[in-house]
């Protein structure tokens, strides 16, 4: 054989070496460039302030970097450090900390909630003292998806206080037999942990997960925020990127109050994607994880979609993928983990569209090697088409106003005091500048001034920027002597359910 021969060989097979190498390289830093520019790409599409993608692969961070600012028009750029709200991908730490326990001895997931709980009730007596802990954490104790929510939403009442207003919600479904996403049921879960081990939900994730996973910039509410630095502004997309101020959800934490970023996540969902390290580490045994990652209750989707204990399950791509999304005021985070390639991806935002889940489902389907072409097109197009939606939906009010119209009643007969024994109660006064005042008693934030629509009906001027919802109208009922008798609210949005508070009026101011 030849000198140039030899030579020849050598090179072939060093180019098919080469080859290899590259085609079967987990990550490449091509790869992750592609992740960077689609991350780029759908900051504009989406008109996004900013955003944090990180991304764990065999336990090694492949990739924890910001996109755009923290704040629209200002030099703040976002990097794997910035704190967003993560809202209910909280969940997941609670379903984790209440199998955690369930393993070590201290509670039985299939234990009734009385036992730890005596005051919890539902809507029914023999529901009440057979819902278990087991069933909090996968959504199927028949309420509706959202329902109750008004409850809890910038409410200054204490969490037993939510909870024990909980019996009033209606049922709307059979029991264990449908499927209704509900937060209450998370911060039910969280004062079971309270009542098992003394410490609040917050403490016990700090103390069991977020110290020995070194996550040091995580958060168990807004509080400290003011006295940190790198921390992402809220946005509320349907008003121009508007921004406003964190929200607090301080009695409602349980079901989505951690604050979080990147860098941080990742080591979550690292100690998620290796639970034996995890079990040796003593962070929580395999057995829990396990747990929290096997269907319980199907949600009547495509692709055997399911609730788990804190996290959904499907089938995509010939793989069991485990998700959950999270949406905060003026901030969406989604998370994705593939377990058998030891994949997660998680994406942190400051706004509410549909960048976070577009950007994790892109790189999900990358990794799977499905087909992605189009991949932020048909994306931008769901977003236009719901945004429509939601148009359609909050004009209502406006289109189906009769003008020219007076109502029944002088101001000074609407004003007194309002109960509802889902809520609480209300007040109707005046103010200074004798317009009409409403006022929730549990969450003064919620309070707003009244400008005649039509009829007995008032518009809404709520005192501060909401991100769920904007316009609004009560309306007042009279009897047959003209008296007022109640309130009844119409506040269009999809998730907090104004009209679940019936107000009746039980007194004068």
Same mark, same amino acid.
Not at 219 to 240: G, K, W, Y
Not at 375 to 385: D, G, I, M
């Given at each position: 054989m030849?000198?140039?021969h030899?030579f020849?060989?050598?090179t072939r ?9 590259v *085609?079967f390289?987990?990550l ?9 520019e ?8 989406f008109?996004?302030p900013?955003?944090a993608?990180?991304? &764990?692969?065999?336990?090694e961070?492949?990739l924890s970097?910001?996109f /755009?600012?923290r704040?629209i028009?200002k030099?703040e750029?976002v990097d794997g450090?910035t704190?967003f709200?993560i809202?209910?991908n909280?969940?997941?730490?609670i ?5 955690? *326990?369930?393993?070590?001895g201290?509670l ?5 909630v ?12 023999y529901?009440s003292q057979?819902t278990? $802990?087991?069933?909090?954490?996968c959504?199927?104790?028949?309420l ?5 929510d008004a409850i809890?939403y ?11 207003? +909980?019996?009033h ?7 264990r /037999?449908g499927?209704g996403y ?5 911060i039910?879960?969280?004062e079971?942990?309270?009542a098992?081990?003394g410490k ?5 994730v ?18 400290? *925020?003011?006295?940190m ?8 997309t349907q008003?121009?990127?508007l921004? +406003?101020?964190?929200?607090?959800w301080?009695?409602s934490?349980a079901? /989505?109050g951690?604050i ?17 390290r995890s079990e040796a580490e ?11 990652m ?11 979609y399911?609730?788990?204990l804190?996290?959904?399950l ?8 485990v ?12 998370v994705?983990?593939?377990?058998s390639?030891? &994949?997660?991806?998680?994406?942190l935002s ?5 960048v ?6 892109y790189?999900?389907d990358?990794y799977l090697g499905l087909d ?10 769901r ?9 359609k939906k909050v004009?209502a ?8 119209t007076?109502?029944?009643l002088a101001?000074?007969?609407? $004003?007194g005091?309002y ?14 500048d004798?317009?009409l005042?409403l006022?929730f008693?549990?969450a003064?934030a919620l309070?707003a001034?009244?400008?005649?629509w039509?009829?007995d ?8 920027e909401?991100?769920?919802f904007k ?7 009279v009897d047959?002597?003209?008296q007022?008798t109640?309130i009844?609210f119409?506040?269009?949005n999809?998730?907090?359910?104004f009209e ?6 039980v007194?004068?101011?």
């Amino acid at each position: 054989m030849s000198l140039v021969h030899h030579f020849v060989i050598n090179t072939r097979n060093i180019a098919l070496l080469v080859f290899l190498f590259v *085609l079967f390289l987990p990550l490449t830093a091509q790869d992750a460039e592609q992740f960077r520019e689609g991350a780029r790409q759908a900051l504009e599409a989406f008109d996004a302030p900013g955003f944090a993608v990180g991304i &764990i692969k065999d336990g090694e961070v492949v990739l924890s970097e910001g996109f /755009g600012t923290r704040t629209i028009r200002k030099e703040e750029p976002v990097d794997g450090q910035t704190l967003f709200a993560i809202a209910s991908n909280t969940k997941a730490f609670i379903a984790t900390a209440i199998t955690k *326990l369930h393993e070590e001895g201290q509670l039985d997931l299939d234990a009734p909630v009385q036992t730890y709980l005596p005051y919890f009730q539902l809507y029914d007596e023999y529901v009440s003292q057979h819902t278990t $802990v087991r069933d909090l954490l996968c959504h199927r104790v028949g309420l509706g998806t959202f329902s109750g929510d008004a409850i809890w939403y910038k409410s200054e009442k204490s969490a037993e206080e939510i909870v024990r207003q +909980i019996r009033h919600l209606p049922q709307a479904y059979e029991w264990r /037999g449908g499927y209704g996403y509900t937060n209450l049921m998370f911060i039910t879960a969280g004062e079971v942990i309270r009542a098992v081990t003394g410490k609040s939900w917050a403490e016990y994730v700090r103390d069991n997960f977020l110290d020995p996973l070194e996550m040091a910039r995580t958060q168990t509410s807004v509080l400290p *925020l003011s006295n940190m630095d790198n921390v992402a502004t809220p946005h509320i997309t349907q008003r121009n990127n508007l921004p +406003i101020n964190m929200a607090p959800w301080e009695a409602s934490g349980a079901a /989505g109050g951690l604050i979080s970023c990147t860098d941080d996540m990742l080591k979550w969902l690292g100690a998620q994607l290796d639970p034996l390290r995890s079990e040796a580490e003593g962070i929580f045994p395999a057995e829990a994880r396990h747990t929290c990652m096997r269907p319980h209750n199907p949600t009547g989707r495509d692709n055997f979609y399911s609730a788990g204990l804190g996290w959904f399950l499907y089938v995509h791509g010939g793989e069991i993928i485990v998700t959950h999304g999270g949406g905060y005021d003026g901030m969406y985070s989604n998370v994705i983990m593939i377990p058998s390639r030891k &994949i997660g991806i998680v994406v942190l935002s400051n706004s509410m569209t549909g960048v976070a889940s577009t950007l994790a489902r892109y790189i999900r389907d990358s990794y799977l090697g499905l087909d992605t072409e189009g991949w932020l097109e048909t994306a931008v197009k769901r977003e236009a088409r719901g945004r429509e939606a939601w148009q359609k939906k909050v004009s209502a009010p406006a289109e189906h106003r009769v003008m020219g119209t007076r109502p029944s009643l002088a101001p000074e007969e609407l $004003v007194g005091i309002y109960q509802d024994p889902l809520y609480g109660e209300i007040l109707i006064g005046t103010g200074e500048d004798g317009r009409l005042t409403l006022s929730f008693q549990g969450a003064p934030a919620l309070s707003a001034r009244l400008d005649h629509w039509h009829y007995d009906t008032y518009w809404l001027d709520w005192e501060e920027e909401h991100a769920w919802f904007k316009e609004g109208t009560v309306r007042f009922d009279v009897d047959n002597n003209r008296q007022v008798t109640g309130i009844r609210f119409d506040v269009p949005n999809d998730d907090i359910f104004f009209e679940e508070i019936k107000m009746e009026k039980v007194g004068e101011e």
